[in-house]
């Protein structure tokens, strides 16, 4: 739907997402793909949800963390890809103006908070490796939730100043978004208002939400590196490699492409290599994070025996 303003010029309360352009006849094939890679990444993030509430052995700050982030997963997806597929099998969708801010501030929200989860995560395996006498004093409980509120209301904060931000913007020019969602980016190049405040409050916001958090991600592996270097058994220095490592991969795998996408240019051809960094960081990082968890992990590996287990007893006795 287009409004004319008093002065004769377009505004747009709507916007076509244009997605991925010449599919062609891979289009069927990509959102069957991209159909099964979002059903493994929501049962794969709900089983661990229903695994660390269930199971008493993962009743620990470290999954305690992990269940947030399996949420923020399930969000994040659940807010992306739903909007993708119909992009993908029409070639193309429109959005109004109001669920295009809606599901920036969902994207935003989600992504702030897995970034200080996983801060809290590399902040929790600081004390359990470099301080462990004092680990269960320091992470108790009621810390745990503090951390994990904070880390979810700064989220939604720093979402809702730009929701407030790009809402009081007239967009009248083009209202085509050459992405399939609607990301911060593509969407503050369509306005023809001035974009200065909303740039601002970006280029200051972004690295509370992604730089400092990094750098401490750094410098508590730093000191974790030097204890374990520390241990003098071979098997020690394992095992407490082992309690971190699936957390670094994930750090890892999160913190480079999404820096990867802020860091490289917004103009021309680039927009199209964000577009895929994007299908990376917003389908296969979800993807790999419940199975780098489980694969490397013996207690969620046996908590699922134990359930699978369980189950069977009560189907035998079910059945005599």
């Known amino acids: 739907m287009q409004i004319i303003s008093d002065q004769n010029q377009t505004f747009f309360n709507e916007f076509f997402l244009l997605g991925f352009q010449n599919l062609q006849n891979f289009r069927i094939p990509v959102f069957i793909l991209i159909l099964i890679i979002y059903a493994i990444i929501m049962s794969g993030n709900i089983i661990i949800v229903f695994l660390v509430s269930k199971s008493h052995t993962l009743h620990s700050p470290m999954y305690f963390f992990l269940c947030h982030l399996s949420l923020c997963d399930i969000l994040f997806t659940s807010n992306i890809v739903p909007t993708m597929l119909h992009v993908i099998l029409k070639e193309g969708s429109s959005i109004s103006h109001f669920c295009c801010l809606t599901q920036l501030q969902i994207f935003g929200s989600c992504g702030t908070a897995e970034c200080y989860i996983l801060t809290v995560m590399s902040y929790d395996r600081y004390l359990a490796i470099c301080d462990p006498l004092h680990y269960s004093t320091v992470m108790d409980f009621k810390r745990c939730i503090s951390l994990v509120a904070l880390s979810w209301s700064f989220g939604f904060l720093f979402a809702l100043i730009s929701r407030v931000l790009l809402g009081g913007l007239q967009f009248c020019h083009l209202n085509i978004i050459d992405h399939f969602f609607c990301d911060f980016l593509p969407l503050l190049e369509l306005s023809c208002s001035d974009t200065f405040i909303v740039e601002m409050e970006a280029f200051m916001v972004i690295p509370f939400i992604v730089l400092f958090p990094f750098v401490f991600v750094i410098v508590t592996y730093v000191y974790i590196f030097f204890t374990i270097f520390g241990i003098s058994s071979t098997t020690g220095r394992q095992k407490a490699f082992s309690t971190c490592s699936s957390h670094l991969t994930v750090v890892c795998l999160f913190y480079g492409t999404l820096i990867s996408i802020y860091l490289s240019p917004s103009r021309g051809n680039a927009l199209n290599i964000n577009k895929f960094t ?28 134990v359930l699978f287990r369980e189950k069977r007893v009560r189907s035998m006795f079910s059945e005599s």
């Open 278 to 305: 994007s299908l990376f960081y917003t389908v296969v990082t979800p993807l790999f994070n419940p199975i780098i968890y489980s694969m490397r992990n013996k207690e969620i590996r046996k908590a699922v025996h």
